[in-house]
């Protein structure tokens, strides 16, 4: 099985949530199991960086598109955080970018664990920044 086949298998297998928390998403098929969750009813959230997920290929823009929610940072230097957690309870995190050319290229790793103890933090992170990107507190001049 390969790696993007085996990441595709995890984030299917959710079936409650869905917390993204990626710096850059640009991968097509990865955004594609991301939208049937959020119709299949699963809560979906992502966090990304505000500056990478306008660029050319960014499927931040389908997501939203397709009703999901997502918040961004406010040019506070970059969110740079690559984790997933599914089902409140198994992390995929890494160095992986979520984007065809780190996939397909580059040397990357992730890791999955289902530990609380290490899931539980990342969690924490993820609503943490959750909070405080939320557009409500955005400042405009």
């Not at 869905?18 to 640009?26: A, I, K, P, T, Y």
């Not at 098929?29 to 809560?43: E, F, K, N, S, T």
């Not at 306008?54 to 690559?82: E, N, P, T, W």
């Not at 979520?98 to 990342?122: C, G, M």
């Amino acid at each position: 099985m390969s790696s993007t086949s085996r990441l595709l298998q995890l984030l299917l297998s959710a079936r409650r949530s869905l917390d993204l928390c990626l710096f850059s998403f640009s991968h097509q098929q990865l955004a594609r199991a991301v939208r049937i969750l959020h119709r299949r009813g699963v809560r979906v959230r992502v966090v990304t960086d505000e500056q990478y997920m306008g660029l050319q290929g960014s499927q931040i823009g389908l997501l939203r598109q397709a009703g999901i929610q997502v918040r961004h940072d406010q040019d506070s230097g970059y969110m740079h955080h690559k984790f997933a957690i599914v089902d409140r309870r198994l992390l995929i995190t890494g160095s992986l970018n979520w984007t065809a050319s780190a996939i397909q290229s580059n040397r990357e790793n992730l890791l999955v664990l289902e530990d609380t103890e290490y899931v539980k933090p990342f969690l924490d992170e993820f609503e943490r920044i959750w909070e405080e990107y939320n557009p409500i507190n955005y400042k405009f001049f």
